[in-house]
């Protein structure tokens, strides 16, 4: 009785562990569900809607994105391929392409507990770090677009 006592014992302190390390490994990042990650605003001058939109389905099947960007106008949607997630990273990685445009693999960073996504991207002539919020209220109107800061 005693052996069998100390090998459930055993067992129990084995899927403890397992668990543990399961959720070590999921990170801060929710494992099922749907974000929407965003900067997309509007043009002063124009009134043009600018900006990358980025949306994250996380299905029992398998990771999903979503990629919309807008130059003027928002583009149609782009279904990515070859979408990876590593959740201890928080690293993003997903192949679009464009129509009329070569294929291209973006790289990107979940942050804050899957509260930013952060990507570098052309804004204002120059290759900066881009990030773009979790959309959380689906109400809100859009803002404005930060004018370019001047060049010297």
């Known amino acids: ?12 302190a084995l899927a403890i562990s397992w668990v543990g390390i399961g959720m070590a490994a999921a990170g801060t990042m929710p494992r099922y569900g749907v974000f929407v990650y965003s900067n997309l605003c509007i ?3 124009s009134g ?8 994250l389905y996380r299905y029992p099947e398998g990771d999903r ?3 919309e960007y807008a130059e003027g106008a928002l583009a149609r949607p782009v ?3 070859l979408v990876k997630v590593d959740e201890r990273s928080g690293l993003l990685r997903f192949a679009v392409t ?25 804004w204002c002539g120059a ?3 881009i990030r773009l919020p979790r959309v959380e209220d689906f109400s809100r109107r859009m803002q404005q677009c930060r004018p370019c800061p001047a060049r010297s």
Do not use: C, K
Request: no cysteine; net charge negative; aromatic share 4%.
């Open 98 to 122: 464009r129509p009329g445009a070569q294929a291209e693999t973006i790289s990107t960073r979940l942050t804050n507990d899957g509260e930013v996504l952060s990507m570098r991207g052309p």
């Open 1 to 12: 009785m005693g052996h069998l006592f100390s090998v459930i014992r055993v067992a129990a």
């Open 48 to 55: 043009d809607t600018a900006g990358t939109r980025i949306t």
């Open 79 to 81: 279904i990515a391929d």
């Open 65 to 67: 994105v979503m990629y």
């Open 43 to 45: 043009e002063g001058d």
């Open 127 to 129: 290759d900066v770090l």
